[in-house]
């Protein structure tokens, strides 16, 4: 077998990628995780509003197209920990009714195979796996839960607080967000959040967010050595076999050199825009 043989390929760090390798490290498979981007950098620009949002520093600078030959521009960036590196952190679990089918104005949503129920131990370990913070049993929509979030909610800011209660006294129910962050109110020195006054939509400069590369990647590469992490590696086609059933060599540039891999699981993950992206 050769050295460019892998028993598990994961191609994308983000949510889905990140968290996967993660789940699979402890396994002991040889795994190969092929990440587009580099590690995003920490920089005093990562809370500047003018160079995240109006000189669009973290998103890629590609055009694409649709199907009229409209130009898009597609607002994302490709960093090790994908788009949860900018991501507000709010993990709202699906609710029952997500799975079933659901007519939206442009089509309809099929019926899933598995149910919420088949997902709530998953939704369990993700949500300790993202520190998420909340209160159970505030949300008058959410879907059953068999545990308590693992953190206790964020506290509003005073003006939220103010709207909050007055909204209770209307008689609705306002609820804390779900948040994946890294904040203790109990004891600060244990921070690593420092409610800025970013955080959705920019990359956080002190690490304060749980996203999938501080809390899934970087602990994956530095406990296991079974992962190899290949960033600047951007799959480029996967080669399947004559009934198109089989992947059976994924093609990479690797930091500008053409290099193929394979694998007996080739783990799609890298985000919802078209694959080959160019
Ligand atoms: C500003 C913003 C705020 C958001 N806020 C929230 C929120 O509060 N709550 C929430 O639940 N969701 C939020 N989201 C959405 C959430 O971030 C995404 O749904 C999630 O990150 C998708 O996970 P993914 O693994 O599918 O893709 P991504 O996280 O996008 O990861 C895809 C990965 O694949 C890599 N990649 C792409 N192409 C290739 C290639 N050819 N070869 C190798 N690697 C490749 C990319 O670099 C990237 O690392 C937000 C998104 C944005 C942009
Ligand atoms: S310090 Fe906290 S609020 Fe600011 S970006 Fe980081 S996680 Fe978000």
Redesign the pocket.
Known sequence: MSNNHYDVII????????TLAHRLAPSGKKILV????SFLPREKANWDTVEVFHKDRYHTSEVWYDKDGEEIRP??????????K???????RWREKDFEKVAHKGGISPEWPLKYRDFEPYYTEAEKLYEVHGKRGTDPTEPPAKESYPFPAVSHEPRIEEIHNALEVKGLHPFHQPLAIKLNEVNRRLNACIRCDTC??FPCLVNGKAD?DINCVRPSVDSYNNITLLTE????RLHTSESGREVTKVE?LVQGQRIFFSADIVVV????WK???F
């Open positions: 191609i994308g760090t983000g949510a889905g990628g990140g092929l990440e587009r981007g607002g994302t960036g490709y960093w090790v920990g994908g788009n949860t900018v991501y507000g952190g709010a993990l709202f959705d939509g999938a590696a951007r799959v480029l990479v993950s890298c985000g919802r694959f080959l992206s």
